[in-house]
């Protein structure tokens, strides 16, 4: 019988500008997930490795059953965990994330919760699609027409937030469910990544690159090249057929504490 598997690896660098890695990121067989922190006196490290460690909950190994009810959940938990945390450490109030995540129910479906610009894009039969929205004012003022894409990517506003987990506990994510394809790559990633390269660097390293694990190194280094301005992680992740059903290697961590001195590439 044949099946589908997911082959993924993940990385995450400090960049060349930043003190220290702010980003957190998962990555097994079942759950894909980015968060990048930000605010509350430098705390945006405890925000997305205390955001990243409640969603991880929902890969416990069984199989889920709604995705999008799993997933949704999932992040509502870490949204209550920012604001216990909150509770108990008044330093912590003004703390918050992006997250971004995927679930996959091992055959043909993926659920996708985002909040914040931390992306998701999909590349398929050649073509590159960005699957999430950025949560900030320069997309607003592009969707509503009073901005070009370009000027908003020029912006010095361009990462205004309008959305994030707080720890005021509430999550409000974008909700979706896609068919995953054999031969579909997803890319999700920082905004550390996409700040520095366009949609055409990002799809040519993504269709010249078979080895998930050799994607990621190269969309850091890239990233670096072009001033590393913030933290950069990412996870490549493809569909592919196993006909012997194997099984991929969880790849977990917090690159908040263990990756904040370079590239921790992992593939499964």
Not at 144 to 150: E, K, L, T, V
Not at 160 to 165: D, E, I, K, M, V
Not at 209 to 236: F, K, S, Y
Request: hydrophobic share 35%; net charge negative; charged share 25%.
């Amino acid at each position: 019988m044949t099946h589908n598997r997911i082959r993924f690896a993940a990385g995450s660098d400090i960049g060349r500008s930043r003190t220290k890695n702010e980003d957190s990121v998962y990555a097994s067989e079942h759950l894909l997930a980015i968060a990048d922190g930000m605010g509350g006196h430098g705390h945006g490290d405890v925000a997305s490795a205390a955001a990243i460690e409640a969603l991880s909950a929902v890969d416990d190994g069984t199989p889920p059953g709604d995705l999008i009810t799993t997933l949704e959940g999932g992040v509502r938990e870490a949204a209550r965990r920012l604001s216990e945390l909150a509770e108990h450490d008044p330093t912590l109030e003004r703390m918050g994330t992006t997250i971004t995540a995927m679930l996959w129910d091992g055959e043909s479906r993926f659920a996708v919760a985002h909040v914040g610009d931390s992306r998701a894009y999909m590349l398929r039969d050649g073509g590159l699609y960005q699957i999430t929205r950025d949560h900030t004012l320069v997309q607003s003022l592009v969707d509503d027409g009073h901005m070009s894409p370009d000027q908003a990517a020029k912006h010095p506003n361009r990462s205004l937030l309008l959305r994030a987990l707080e720890t005021s506990g509430l999550a409000d994510p974008d909700l979706s469910l896609r068919d995953a394809h054999p031969g579909d790559r997803y890319l999700l990633c920082s905004d550390g990544l996409t700040a520095v390269l366009e949609p055409e660097t990002l799809h040519q390293v993504l269709t010249a690159v078979d080895e998930p694990a050799e994607a990621v190194r190269r969309l850091i280094e890239l990233a670096n090249e072009g001033g590393g301005p913030d933290n950069i992680t990412c996870i490549v992740a493809d569909i592919a057929f196993d006909t012997a059903h194997e099984t991929a290697h969880e790849t977990a961590f917090d690159a908040a504490h263990d990756n904040q001195n370079g590239d921790d590439s992992q593939p499964s």
